[in-house]
């Protein structure tokens, strides 16, 4: 199957960009087709502000929009679109459509909060983690800051998931000019960003390898200021990138826009876990640690009362 | 601190093995030493054949060897020996001896079973996933085939562990040369070998990443032939290596016999986690499929009984 990974700005307009997305959907080779994090929009949450709710005010219309560009292409598309519930409740929503049918959506489980991305402002965390099945087969559709949980791909796996994908929208952030912001530029040399950088592709070919499952991620691009003046803005790192089931990589991006078309087998991943059969050992009866936040500070606290 | 990984042959005798052992240790530059899994023997999991339980008859002896080892040269020493526990019951057990105490032991609670690394039928699978605490820090000691798993290193991270430390044996089978084995030829291609040993150091680099943790992998080299025949043996891969607490790499080795001493601070991965708090957004609501095989099998199910 040829998959086409869309990486681009979303700097512009709704207008703006859908037509950016549009131009390069056209020139896309892939059955399946993946846009970037929150691609309708500039990435909002670079600071706090409650008229930016707006962007998740036509979720509906907006759904239907992109319905149809995947009905007239005859494409499964993967979107990623704001969207509001209720009132208080938005959601950072990707949704898989599949030759105009809604196959599913998936809501951003994890969510982030550090300078630049303010997220656990505008996004209620999502409530499940389940793949989306298609006609092109299960994927397993999360949102990028969830890249960094070993455990939300491996439940996405243990779920049947053929596939792991990430629209993602991650950066640089830029120190602000106007004073200096010592965290921000130590965080921010040459040296820093690199390492940022191979960090967030190193855990994810983590998952393709633990999980025997191939895994895309999909970044928009370009250099995005922030409204609030606070922070410098944010350069979006490109860099999209697929991995196979055993974690060779197979196409990957630079820092520009770039329309990736690659062949991705589904079916590998069965292949590899029969002679890599991490599942078949999981120590079920060992994990229950994982469903709590740290196993420390009960003896933390347990020296603490000892002091009194 | 500095931190020497012990990459050596294990294909002598005990004695030789142990003299090969103690010259790598003399030239140790490391507060802290890290041998291969099962340094003292060859690897005898490349056929299943019950004289081997032989080797884990002296444990306690063993033991008190390494013990006088690590006091005489006031390190803190992992070592990794084959343990007989009860008639029927051994173990793969990593032990922490600092300077001249054990601090603690691990072990392997994650047995793998495909050509040439028959473990099941040698070693009980452990029942703890627990960090050990030493004058260097706490250190989760972990065991070869557990490399693979992001639960073990979750958990060891969870509970406290500063690093993650993997004696390990893993290398390349040879295909006999008596007989084709297609499964061997395809499996060990030029292409496949170098895939392998990337998913290997990917995998683990990604536990780095996802846990703010330096992790240290320490392998044995050389070919050791199968005496069943069966097989053609297989070549060790080296490749040690250590990954700091962004997945940044430190140190990395040949495929011959080396002592990689490298400076690894337990304390950055703490100032990592500040600005990468992936700890603090775990959704362990959510995580309860952890504790399952696999969540397809009950739909599998429903299907064949609506068929009747």
Known sequence: MVVTLIQQKCNGSIGENRER????????????????????????????????????ENFEEDLKFWKEVSRERKKVIVVSLFEKSLPGVYYNTAIV???????????????????GFYEKFYFTPGERIDPIETSLGRLGVLVCWDQWYPEPARIMGLKGAEILIYPTAIGWLECPQERRDPLCEKENTPEERKKMLEAWIAVQRGHAVANGI????????????????????ITFWGNSFAFGAQGEELTRGGEG?????????LK???????????????????????????????SLWSRIKEEK
């Open 97 to 115: 459509l599949d030759r105009g049918r809604v196959a599913g959506f998936y809501r951003k489980t994890h969510i982030p909060d550090d300078p």
């Open 21 to 56: 997305s549009l131009e390069a959907i056209k020139r896309a080779e892939g059955e399946l087709i993946i846009l970037p994090e929150l691609h309708q929009t500039p990435y909002f949450c670079k600071s706090e502000d409650p008229q930016f709710f707006q962007f998740a």
């Open 214 to 233: 191939p895994v895309v991620a999909v970044n928009r691009v370009g250099f995005e200021p922030d409204p609030s003046q606070c922070l410098g803005g």
């Open 268 to 298: 590998k991943g069965e292949e590899v876990r029969k002679i890599w059969p991490f599942y078949r050992d999981r120590r079920i009866d060992l994990y229950s640690p994982l469903l709590h936040r740290e196993l420390t500070s009960h």
């Open 257 to 265: 826009e770039e329309v990736l078309n690659v062949e991705i087998d």
